[in-house]
């Protein structure tokens, strides 16, 4: 399992727990949320490349608007 996977898990852990004892925060280490925002910048950038390459030019200038 790789590192950014095990902390995207470790943190869903820690938001499961919390909703279960229904705190309104909850600590989470910073190498686990630098890991889960390094995987969701890279999966927005492939989002973002992908549409660009499949919405129609008009379709991305009312995006932009």
């Not at 229904?22 to 989470?28: D, L």
């Not at 995987?39 to 660009?52: F, G, K, M, P």
């Amino acid at each position: 399992m790789k590192t950014h996977d095990m902390a995207v898990e470790r943190v869903q852990q820690l938001v499961e727990r919390a909703e279960r004892l229904r705190m309104q925060s909850a600590a989470v280490p910073l190498k686990d949320l630098k890991a889960v925002l390094q995987v969701l910048e890279t999966a927005n950038a492939q989002r973002n490349t992908s549409s660009a390459h499949t919405e129609p030019l008009g379709n991305l200038l009312q995006s932009q608007v």
